[in-house]
């Protein structure tokens, strides 16, 4: 195994902080669009409105998957962050 992925995973292994952020991020990834799935599932306009309802429900289906790609990424962010530093401390 090469070096550097040895020394990945080693501090992956002991830095507790780096296999929160990874978890969480795809624990709130998953949360959101289940969420928005739940959301939209039953979304239903009335009267003149009942013409556009697939498109406002597409809409917002993909504000979910934003706010489910930025919450996955700033945990990343903060992985990479808790990782370089635990990295300097365990080096």
Sequence with gaps: ???WL???LYVLA???KTQWAIILGCFFFVGIHLLGW???????L????KG???VIAQKIARKYDKVALIALL?????AYKCY???KKRLW
Excluded: C, H, R, T
Excluded at 38 to 44: D, G, Q, S, V
Excluded at 46 to 49: D, I, K, L, R, T
């Design 84 to 86: 370089q530093k635990d």
């Design 74 to 78: 700033s945990f990343w962010v903060l």
């Design 1 to 3: 195994m090469p070096n």
């Design 46 to 49: 009335q009267g003149p409105a």
């Design 52 to 54: 556009i309802q697939d």
């Design 6 to 8: 040895n020394e990945f």
């Design 38 to 44: 739940y959301m939209l599932e039953n979304f239903e």
């Design 14 to 16: 002991l830095s507790k």
